[in-house]
């Protein structure tokens, strides 16, 4: 059916990881990338476009427990496929483990569970950031983008845009998360973040796994309404 009706079969997916996310989807769906590539089953590799796109708003700890053990997976086997003289296998899995990894930065887009999940996360990129080349465009961009998020969230804690305790509005500004010209300008800070749409874009000029930037504060201001 895939093959017959490429294009509504996109379609859905791409609307069941809107609207379902990524959870529901990967509960009926398994990516049976391993069984792929041992020939037992056929991979659903058509799935990680979907959730790098239209995946928003959901929990960044699912990505590390779910694609992000998939991924290590991925890299090792390229690793040892490569010594083996499999060079087309390792070419394959590496595309994948490159793959899962861009999928990161559609979890990075307004996560519910940031505080939570960075913590058990933060070895992990920071590890992937100095030690793969290839991964650090990805691992730049996530941290450059859950940073600005934060300060979004910040500023308009501080402008009263949203509900904030006066000890956490008194704590953003003793942290210096949002200056006090700029606490004192509404919608201050987008510019900001249309300099890093710029940024991302052309990075995923640089490599497949990029995903679509959004402007962070209008999607923030769209979820508070």
Do not use: N
Request: charged fraction near 20%; charge should be negative.
């Amino acid at each position: 059916m895939f093959l017959k009706f490429p294009t509504t079969f996109s379609g859905t997916a791409d609307a069941a990881c809107r609207s379902l996310g990524p959870q529901a989807v990967r509960s009926v769906l398994p990516l049976q990338i391993q069984e792929g590539l041992a020939g037992t089953a056929e991979p659903r590799t058509w799935l990680l476009p979907a959730l790098r796109k239209h995946v928003r708003g959901t929990q960044l700890g699912f990505w590390a427990s779910d694609l992000a053990p998939l991924a290590k997976q991925m890299g090792a086997a390229a690793a040892a496929a490569s010594q083996a003289g499999r060079k087309s296998t390792a070419v394959a899995c590496h595309a994948l483990e490159l793959q899962l990894w861009g999928c990161l930065q559609a979890f990075a887009s307004w996560p519910t569970d940031t505080a939570e999940a960075y913590g058990g996360m933060a070895a992990d990129l920071a590890a992937a950031f100095h030690t793969r080349e290839d991964l650090r465009s990805i691992v730049a961009s996530v941290l450059v983008r859950l940073c600005k998020q934060a300060r979004a969230v910040a500023l308009a804690a501080v402008q009263g845009s949203v509900e904030a305790s006066a000890e956490t509005r008194t704590a953003i500004q003793e942290l210096g998360l949002v200056s006090d010209a700029a606490a004192a300008i509404p919608g201050a800070g987008k510019g900001d973040d249309e300099a890093a749409e710029d940024e991302e874009q052309q990075q995923q000029q640089q490599q497949e796994a990029g995903s679509d930037e959004e402007e962070d504060e209008d999607e923030y201001g769209q979820q508070q309404r």
